[in-house]
C-alpha cells in the first residue's frame, strides 16, 4: 500500500509540472526533442552494447484504447513505450548472486511524452535495489550503471 501510495503521488506531482518529484527508485529524465527521435537513440544505445529490445509496450495505445472503453477520455501520454530488454551476461550475474533477483530482468527503460509539456520527452526506468549479498548488490550495481549509461547516451 505504500508503494501504491508513492506512486501515485509521484503520478501526481509529475503531472502537475513538477518532473525532479518521483517516486524512490525510479530515475526520470528528460530532454528537448521528439519522441521517435529520442525513442531511437535508446534503441541504439542499447544496440551500441551488443543488447536486443526485446518487447516494445505500447503503453501510450493501450492507455487510449482502454480508456474509451472504460468511458475515460483524458489523454495521460502524447507518446509512450517502454522499451523492454536483457543482458545475458549482466542477468546471470545477478541471479547467480542471488536468485531472488530474478525480478529484475528484463530491464526496461519508458520514453513518452505528455500533453501539457509538447517537445519535452521524458526517459525513466526503475532502479533495482541493490540488497542481499555483496555479490548481489555489486552486479545490481552494475545493471543500474547500465541504465543510466544507455539513458544518458540517449538523451546527447
Known amino acids: 500500500m505504500k508503494l501504491l501510495t508513492l506512486m ?4 501526481l506531482l509529475m503531472f502537475a ?8 527508485g525510479v530515475q526520470l529524465r528528460s530532454t528537448k526533442g521528439e519522441f521517435t527521435d529520442v525513442r531511437d537513440r535508446v534503441v541504439m544505445a542499447l544496440e551500441n552494447r ?4 526485446n518487447y516494445t509496450a505500447k503503453v501510450g495505445e493501450m492507455l487510449d484504447r482502454t480508456g474509451r472503453d472504460l468511458g475515460r477520455d483524458r489523454r495521460i501520454y502524447n507518446q509512450a513505450e517502454v522499451l523492454e530488454f536483457c543482458s ?8 547467480e548472486a542471488d536468485p531472488r533477483n530474478i525480478v529484475f530482468c528484463p530491464y526496461s527503460i519508458a520514453v513518452y511524452t505528455l500533453p501539457q509539456t509538447p517537445g ?5 526506468y526503475r532502479l533495482p535495489a541493490a540488497q542481499g549479498s555483496g555479490q548481489s548488490i555489486r552486479a545490481l ?3 543500474e ?3 543510466g549509461d544507455v539513458t544518458s547516451e540517449a538523451l546527447k
Open 88 to 95: 545475458a551476461a549482466l542477468s546471470r550475474d545477478t541471479m
Open 141 to 143: 550495481r552494475v545493471v
Open 17 to 24: 509540472g513538477i518532473a525532479e518529484a518521483v517516486a524512490p
Open 50 to 53: 551488443g543488447l536486443v529490445v
Open 8 to 11: 501515485v503521488c509521484a503520478g
Open 145 to 147: 550503471k547500465l541504465l
Open 120 to 124: 519535452t520527452v521524458y526517459l525513466s
